[in-house]
């Protein structure tokens, strides 16, 4: 079967948002390559195997790639992608050289290809991704495999700021606690809770692709009663308007509602149980941080006092402006962490 693959050479800060647009304009698929610059020390604290060699990309740079039926119009996609990727500029995010580009390819370059470098990954003291082609044995008696098969949904686990959500994780969770996973993506952070010692979590996605992915990954881990998957945003569960309005191409939420408005403890909307009762004691979302900075006030109502935030996505020159957006909305900030140019932040509620 034949495939066109669409090449953007881009910046890792706008890899997400990107990553994003290829789906919406009917991808069936995306890679994402990151700077891996040829004498890089890579970080081996947690005995991470590395098994795909450096590249030449620059640093900060990337490459995405996505994926389309050999019946789809590429023209109309091209013309689509194009404003989209340039009008990232206007929300103060740097696509970079933004050159786009395509080509017909065979479904066997690449449909299975990149599994031969996605291996066992030591992400923690307790936690190791292992994809479910892979064969592993654990290290030691509190070693905690989650198993993942990422599909076409955005995470494998191995960028820096999935490592960071998870270690934050192991920090905060102590037993017992309800979590709410923003952006579950591929699941793995809903599962890394569970396996931490979470009471039950919610994973969202406004991705349906996304959720099919988080729904099969939780089933891989056999933990299906304890994480909920919905095909939602967290806003829309505290009783507002529906975050992603994608409507004319608009990426921000339209309105919210009054920082104490009564929530909904135990439903959706639609009647739908959550598997946690609102307020919850832990929300953690890995998304870009020009959306994380739109809804730090709703994180805040679907937290207990006392709860803990852990967020990251976020790009070092975007620090600054969550930490603003954290403190605003009457956060403490605990702690911040960073790996290669990425940044996470662990948040109280007072």
């Not at 065979?106 to 936690?127: G, I, T």
């Not at 939420?253 to 403890?265: T, V």
């Amino acid at each position: 079967m034949l495939w066109h693959e669409v090449t953007i050479h881009t910046t890792e800060e706008a890899q997400e948002m990107i990553s994003n647009f290829l789906y919406e304009a009917g991808a069936g698929g995306v890679s994402i390559e990151e700077s891996g610059i040829l004498g890089k020390v890579r970080d081996t604290r947690y005995g991470e195997l590395y098994d795909e060699p450096l590249n030449d990309i620059p640093e900060g740079e990337a490459v995405i790639k996505g994926y389309y039926a050999e019946s789809v119009d590429m023209d109309e996609v091209i013309a689509e992608l194009t404003p989209r990727v340039e009008e990232l500029r206007e929300y103060g995010i740097d696509p970079g050289k933004a050159l786009i580009s395509w080509k017909t390819v065979d479904e066997e370059e690449w449909a299975h290809a990149w599994k031969q470098y996605f291996k066992p990954l030591r992400v923690s003291e307790r936690l190791t991704i292992k994809p479910t082609w892979e064969e592993y044995t654990p290290e030691s008696p509190n070693e905690k495999i989650i198993e993942i098969d990422p599909g076409m949904a955005f995470g494998t686990g191995t960028h820096p700021t999935t490592a960071l959500c998870l270690r934050a994780l192991e920090k905060n969770i102590t037993g017992g606690e309800e979590v709410i996973d923003v952006g579950t993506g591929s699941g793995i952070l809903a599962v890394g809770a569970m396996l931490l010692g979470a009471g039950s979590v919610l994973a969202l996605d406004l991705d349906p692709v996304a959720v099919e992915s988080a729904v099969e990954n939780v089933a891989l881990n056999r933990l299906e009663e304890s994480i909920t998957v919905k095909e939602s945003d967290l806003l829309s569960l505290l009783g507002g308007e529906k975050a992603a309005d994608t409507a004319a191409g608009d990426m921000w939420p339209s309105a919210r509602p009054e920082a104490n408005a009564p929530i909904q403890p135990e439903v959706n909307p639609a009647g739908d149980s959550l598997g946690v009762t609102l307020p919850v004691q832990i929300v953690v979302a890995n998304i870009l941080a020009e959306i994380i900075v739109l809804f730090t006030d709703d994180v805040y109502r679907a937290l207990k006092p006392g709860g803990i935030y852990i967020t990251s996505g976020i790009y070092k020159d975007k620090e600054g402006l969550v930490s603003q957006a954290l403190t605003a909305s009457g956060f403490e900030i605990i702690e911040i962490t960073r790996e290669e140019d990425w940044v996470a932040f662990t948040a109280g509620k007072r």
